[in-house]
C-alpha cells in the first residue's frame, strides 16, 4: 500500500520499514503481522478520515495504544494502523473529572490529575499503558475491589466509529454504543477521548508484603480484606521457593500526614507469618514497575516473547485450580523473569455490561505471566498450548478470560465469553463498524 493512495491528512504517513516492523510487534512478540501503513493522527479530523476511506475501500484498520498487547491484539494484516499516541495531548481537569486524549499513558493522566490533588480511581500496575489501550479491556488493579475497573470510571467518551462518525456517548447519550466500547475490544469505533472520574489523592502509600506458607490460609485472608475493605489497594503473588511455593499478601493503605495507618487494627487479625513494609510517597508506589522495568530492558528480557494469561476463576474454585496449576508449574513453564499474581475483586463493585465474570460474590484474578524464550519458538508454541488448556478448563468450571491474552481466541470463543451481553455487542458492531474491518487482531468477527 502506497501512502499516496489516503485522502490529504494533517498527521504523518509512514510506510518506510522501520515503522512497519515496530508496528508489527508488541510485548507478546509472538505475532507478527505487517500494516500497509502507519498513519499518525495529528487530529480527531483525521482518525475519522481514515475510517471513512477504509470503510469505502474494504481495508482494515487498527488502532494501537501503547502497544502492549500479548497477541497480537493491536496488528493488522495489509491494512492501516492508527497510533493513537501521535494525538495532540488534550487534557484537562473540570471538578473531579478530566478529559484526556485516549492515547495518553495512565502515568500521564496522573501528571495532570496529581497537581489538583485529584486521581482516577483505579490504575494498572503499570502506568505506560493508554487510556484507550485499557478501556477496550476494562482495565484493572488494586484498587478494583472498591471501584470497579478503570472503565466503570468512564462518564463521557469520544469516539470515532467503523464508518468514520465522530460521537460523544456516555450513559444518557448514544449509551448503545457506550456500552459497547467500554470492554468491547475495540470493535465498534476508536477512542479518541475520555472523561472520567477522580476521587481525592492520598500523599503517601505504606505498602505490606504478608507472607504465608499455606494457599487456604493466603485465600482465606484475602478473603476477608477484600471483603470488608480495610486496605485500599489488595494484590497477591505466588512465589516458587525451593521446596513450593510461598504465598504474597500485597496490602497497601493510603494516607495523608498526620494521619497515619493504625497497623495494629489493619494486620492484627491475619495469618501471615513473614512480613516487610515500607513507605513512599503515593506516585512512586503507582510508578512501582518503572525500575523493574528499567532493569529488564537493559538485560534485554523485557522484549522477550511474553505468553501471558489472564483468568478470573470462581470463588469456589479457586483453591483447587490454583493449587494444581502450581504443582504443574517449574521455572520451564513461568520463565525465569515470570511472575504468577492471584487476588480477589468484589463481582458487585463490577458495572460494566461487557465486562465478564463468574457468578458469584468474589472473582480471582489469576494471571501466570509467563515469560519465553527469544531463541526457541517450540518452547513458546508449548507455553500457549498450555494457556489453552487452562484457559479452557477455567470456562469448564465457570471461569472467565480478563481479556487480554496470549490465546488464539474464535468468534465462538468471544460469543461464549461475553454470553448473556453478545447480543448487544454482535448489533453494536454491525450498526457502527459493519464488515469487521476494525481491530482484526482480536480474532471477532460478526455476521
Ligand atoms: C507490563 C504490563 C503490565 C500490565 N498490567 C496491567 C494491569 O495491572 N491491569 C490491567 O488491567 N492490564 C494490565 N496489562 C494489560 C493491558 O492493560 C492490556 O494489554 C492493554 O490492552 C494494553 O494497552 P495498550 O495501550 O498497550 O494497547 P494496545 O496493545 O496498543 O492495544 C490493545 C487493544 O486495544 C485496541 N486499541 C488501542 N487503542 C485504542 C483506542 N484508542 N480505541 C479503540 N481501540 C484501541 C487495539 O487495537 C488492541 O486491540 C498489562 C500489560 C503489560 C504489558
Not at 475519522?48 to 495504544?65: E, M, W, Y
Not at 490529575?113 to 484507550?132: A, S
Not at 496470549?406 to 457502527?432: I, Q, V
Request: proline fraction near 8%; glycine fraction near 10%.
Amino acid at each position: 500500500m502506497t501512502a499516496e493512495i489516503l485522502p490529504a491528512i494533517a498527521g504523518e504517513i509512514l510506510t518506510g520499514e522501520a515503522d512497519l516492523s515496530v508496528a508489527s510487534s508488541d510485548w507478546g512478540n509472538l505475532v507478527h503481522t505487517r500494516p500497509g501503513l502507519v498513519v499518525r493522527p495529528a487530529s480527531v479530523t483525521d482518525v475519522a478520515v481514515v475510517l471513512r476511506f477504509a470503510a469505502a475501500r474494504g481495508l482494515p484498520v487498527a488502532a494501537r495504544g501503547a502497544g502492549h498487547s500479548p497477541y497480537g491484539q493491536g496488528q493488522v494484516e495489509g491494512g492501516i494502523l492508527l497510533d493513537m499516541t501521535s494525538l495532540p495531548p488534550r487534557r484537562v481537569v473540570r471538578g473531579d473529572l478530566v478529559s484526556v486524549d485516549a492515547g495518553a499513558r495512565w502515568r500521564e493522566v496522573l501528571e495532570t490529575t496529581l497537581p489538583y490533588g485529584l486521581v482516577p480511581p483505579v490504575l494498572t500496575d503499570y502506568l505506560e499503558l493508554t487510556v484507550g489501550g485499557t478501556l477496550v479491556v476494562g482495565g484493572i488493579g488494586g484498587a478494583a475491589h472498591h471501584h470497579g475497573t478503570q472503565t466503570d470510571s468512564v462518564v463521557e467518551l469520544e469516539v470515532v466509529t467503523g464508518a468514520g462518525e465522530v460521537l460523544t456517548c456516555s450513559r444518557d447519550s448514544d449509551k448503545d454504543l457506550f456500552d459497547a466500547v467500554l470492554g468491547g475490544l475495540g470493535q465498534c469505533g476508536v477512542i479518541t477521548r475520555a472523561t472520567l472520574r477522580l476521587i481525592p489523592a492520598p500523599a503517601r502509600a505504606r505498602r505490606w508484603k504478608l507472607y504465608y506458607d499455606s494457599l487456604p490460609a493466603f485465600l482465606a485472608d484475602q478473603r476477608t480484606v477484600v471483603r470488608d475493605g480495610r486496605f485500599d489497594y489488595v494484590e497477591g503473588q505466588l512465589i516458587p521457593v525451593d521446596d513450593g511455593w510461598r504465598y504474597m499478601l500485597e496490602a497497601v493503605a493510603y494516607y495523608t500526614p498526620p494521619d497515619a495507618p493504625d497497623e495494629d487494627a489493619l494486620l492484627g487479625s491475619l495469618d501471615f507469618g513473614e512480613s516487610e513494609d515500607e513507605d513512599t510517597m503515593y506516585f512512586d508506589f503507582l510508578n512501582r514497575m518503572a525500575d523493574g522495568e528499567a532493569a529488564l530492558r537493559a538485560e534485554g528480557s523485557w522484549f522477550h516473547p511474553h505468553p501471558w494469561l489472564n483468568l478470573f476463576l470462581p470463588d469456589d474454585t479457586v483453591e483447587h485450580f490454583v493449587a494444581e496449576t502450581l504443582a504443574a508449574t517449574g521455572e520451564p513453564e513461568l520463565g525465569a523473569t515470570g511472575l504468577l499474581l492471584l487476588y480477589p475483586v468484589r463481582n458487585d463493585r463490577l458495572k460494566t455490561p461487557l465486562f465478564s465474570v463468574p457468578p458469584g460474590e468474589l472473582s480471582w484474578l489469576f494471571c501466570p505471566l509467563r515469560a519465553g524464550s527469544p531463541d526457541d519458538p517450540l518452547h513458546n508454541a508449548r507455553l500457549l498450548e498450555l494457556n489453552v488448556d487452562l484457559y479452557r478448563k477455567a470456562r469448564g468450571l465457570g471461569g472467565k478470560a480478563y481479556p487480554t491474552n496470549a490465546l488464539p481466541m474464535s468468534t465462538e470463543d468471544w460469543r461464549a465469553h461475553f454470553g448473556p451481553a453478545w447480543p448487544k455487542l454482535a448489533e453494536a458492531k454491525a450498526r457502527y463498524a459493519p464488515g469487521n474491518l476494525l481491530n482484526p487482531g482480536q480474532r471477532l468477527r460478526s455476521p
